[in-house]
Nanobody, 129 residues
Framework: QVQLVESGGGLVQAGDSLRLSCAAS????????MGWFRQTPGKEREFVAA????????QYAEFVKGRFTIARDNAKNTMYLQMHSLKPEDTAVYYC??????????????????????WGQGTQVTVSS
């Protein structure tokens, strides 16, 4: 089992950058596929980005392509979401998620929230116009 803790959220202006971190407990972080999702009040949680066990395998939602970058550092048990050119519509609670992944899915970066077993508590990102 893994516990996930997000950090790095805050209030920024449109056009600014922000980096979110997701720290994972345990010694098997490298065996987890990871993802970022976000949610605003009254809306369903939506996929933002995912990274496979293989850190070169990533997937992004269309609305963040070219602006956000997902990465992981297995030595630090941490996943990151670097966000540039933030827009007011990026305002949301951002959640990190993890799933224990077999070697058969080493290159799979899943965008489906139902694939993930572990979730953090979320970190608020607010972008003012």
């Amino acid at each position: 089992q893994v516990q996930l803790v997000e950090s790095g959220g805050g209030l920024v202006q449109a056009g600014d950058s922000l980096r979110l971190s997701c720290a994972a407990s345990g010694r098997t972080f490298s065996e987890y596929g990871m993802g970022w999702f976000r949610q605003t009040p009254g809306k369903e949680r939506e996929f933002v980005a995912a990274i496979a066990r293989n850190p070169a395998a990533t997937q992004y939602a269309e609305f963040v392509k070219g602006r956000f970058t997902i990465a992981r550092d297995n030595a630090k048990n941490t996943m990151y979401l670097q966000m540039h050119s933030l827009k007011p519509e990026d305002t949301a609670v951002y959640y990190c998620a993890g799933r224990r992944t077999m070697m058969a899915n080493y290159y799979v970066a899943s965008s489906r929230s139902t694939d993930y077993d572990y979730w953090g508590q979320g970190t608020q990102v607010t972008v003012s116009s």
